[in-house]
């Protein structure tokens, strides 16, 4: 079972949405917005990151920069699902895993350079992981929504 995440303060929460609002702004104009100097702004981010609480990156849309196949694969698993999902959460193509209930007991989704790609790594990688059992794959045709903008709580 994971571990509940110590509860956030008000200033983390909105030094958060700040960086989800724009992840570029600065420390200086963060903390005019949370009432903080820009050193202990850096200082939180710093120690939010460290903590795994959150991760400053460039989201993408993988199809225009050159990667023509994104897909959901639905595993079925026979046995314990967790060396199962830590296999899929080590390929590079994995964005991410996440364990379901429902139809599937886990759900990854991939990203590939070609239909080939995509081939390959179902049927001579994801299919030979000791536990998966069935996988079915449903192909992204366009994105028309990506967003980590849903705050704090």
Sequence with gaps: ???SPAPLDDVAKAII???QHDGRQSYASIGKQVGLSEAAVRQRVQK???AGVMQIVAVTDPMQLGFARQAMIGVNVTGAFEP?????AALD???YVVVTAGRYDLLAEIVCESDDHLLDLI???IRA???VAATETFMYLGLRKQSYS????
């Excluded at 849903?150 to 709580?153: C, D, L, M």
């Design 123 to 125: 049927s001579t990688r």
């Design 150 to 153: 849903w705050g704090v709580r």
């Design 93 to 95: 193509e994995v964005d």
């Design 17 to 19: 949405e700040q960086l």
């Design 129 to 131: 992981i000791p536990g």
């Design 1 to 3: 079972m994971t571990p």
């Design 84 to 88: 199962v999902a830590d296999a899929l």
């Design 48 to 50: 939010l990151v460290d």
